[in-house]
């Protein structure tokens, strides 16, 4: 079967529309009010609405749509012309479901002048399809979006009380910042002693092995049907 087949029978109910309507309404209005706050209040409200509860909401919406148990998976493998079609379809369709909602939060914070928090949120494209990928290759869809959602909420967060109650942060654990908490990064940016660019190195190298990982371990997962 084509690609562009492939792809299509994954967008297939990528976007609940009922669903997706209620979180991008609760999502975007709560960006543009924290936003707007951040002159007064500082960037905290901002960074913990959008990258511990509302992103990470949305990133189990859109990637539990490709954890799939073994017996769909195995349909998909039979009718896809094997697993390299559909593990990169997969990767495509949290890129294109991703999207919209990251993009969107982003432009938004652009508009408002906070550029740092615009790239801190374009990172989170790339980082979230690598653990949507890697655990779909290795988890079910229960079991995965729990995952999912631990590694792009729990963890952040506990970076965030990690800044707080060190004061000064460097070396692996710095680099880690980085990679699960891009924004809490920013915010914190002047207690974090590895450079932006080294820790958004860190961030783009790790998502890009993370997905070859998933691209492996997919391959070499035996599915029952």
Excluded: C
Excluded at 17 to 37: D, E, H, I, K, Q
Excluded at 55 to 62: A, D, N, Q, T, W
Excluded at 107 to 119: C, D, E, H, P, Q
């Amino acid at each position: 079967m084509p690609m562009w087949k492939a792809v299509k029978w994954y967008l297939r109910g990528l976007f609940p529309p009922v669903t997706t309507a209620v979180l991008f309404l609760f999502m975007f209005g709560t960006a543009y009010f924290s936003l707007a706050s951040i002159k007064n209040q500082g960037p905290g409200q901002f960074v913990t609405l959008m990258e511990y509860i509302f992103l990470p909401v949305y990133g189990v919406l859109i990637a539990s749509h490709i954890m799939r148990d073994s017996r769909t998976t195995v349909f998909e493998l039979s009718i896809f012309n094997g697993p390299a079609t559909v593990y990169w379809v997969r990767v495509l369709i949290v890129v294109l479901g991703l999207a919209p909602g990251i993009i969107g939060i982003a432009t938004m914070s652009w508009l408002r002048g906070y550029n740092s928090f615009a790239i801190s949120l374009l990172l989170k494209l790339p980082v979230y399809t690598a653990f949507a990928a890697i655990i779909a290759s290795i988890l079910d869809s229960l079991a995965g979006s729990i995952t999912f959602f631990i590694l792009t909420s729990a963890i952040p967060m506990s970076f965030r009380v990690l800044i707080q109650n060190n004061g000064s942060t460097g070396g692996i654990m710095g680099l880690l910042a980085y990679i699960f908490a891009p924004m809490t990064s920013v915010e914190f940016s002047r207690a974090l002693t590895i450079s932006r660019t080294m820790g958004y190195a860190a961030l783009l190298a790790t998502s890009l092995i993370l997905v070859l990982l998933g691209y492996v371990a997919f391959l070499g997962r035996e599915y029952s049907p």
